[in-house]
């Protein structure tokens, strides 16, 4: 299988914390979680600042802690170190966007959905494929 050349950022911000040592499985965790990070990391800033610019102080002062957890979602993935905490980051998240749908109905159901896909990949211990030989 050829991989997609280096240059490319979208493949460079995947690749944060993958070693060649990885098993299969930890490396397809790993590539979800960076997944996962850069969905967050990508546009709660923007949404930060426009609640902040709109007077929704409450709406960004939730959006700031979601962007934390991400920070920190980035610095596990960076370090490689706390793995096994990733579940309790996912489900902060879930909580802050749930918060943030609720109260706020501010589409953050997009993002709860998202959580919880990945919350039901990480918690799959066993992966089993299929029809592949």
């Given amino acids: 299988m050829k991989t ?3 240059s490319n950022v979208f493949y460079k ?3 944060i914390g993958v070693r060649s040592d990885l ?3 930890e490396l397809e965790k790993t590539y979800l979680f960076n997944l996962f990070i850069f969905i967050g990391i990508a546009i709660l800033p923007i949404l930060f600042f426009i609640n902040l610019l709109k007077g929704d102080y409450e709406l960004g002062i939730l959006i700031f802690f979601q962007f934390s957890i991400f920070l ?3 610095f596990m993935s960076v370090k490689r170190k706390f793995l096994h905490l990733r579940m309790i980051v996912i489900f902060f998240a879930s909580a802050c966007f749930f918060i943030g749908s609720y109260f706020f109905h501010n589409g953050a159901e997009y993002f709860l959905f998202t959580n ?6 990480f918690c799959d211990i066993e992966w089993q494929f299929y029809g592949y030989a």
Avoid at 116 to 121: D, G, P, R, S, V
């Fill in 72 to 74: 920190i979602c980035l």
């Fill in 13 to 15: 911000l995947l690749q």
């Fill in 116 to 121: 919880i896909f990945a919350a039901l990949i």
């Fill in 23 to 25: 098993p299969y499985i």
């Fill in 4 to 6: 997609p050349k280096s």
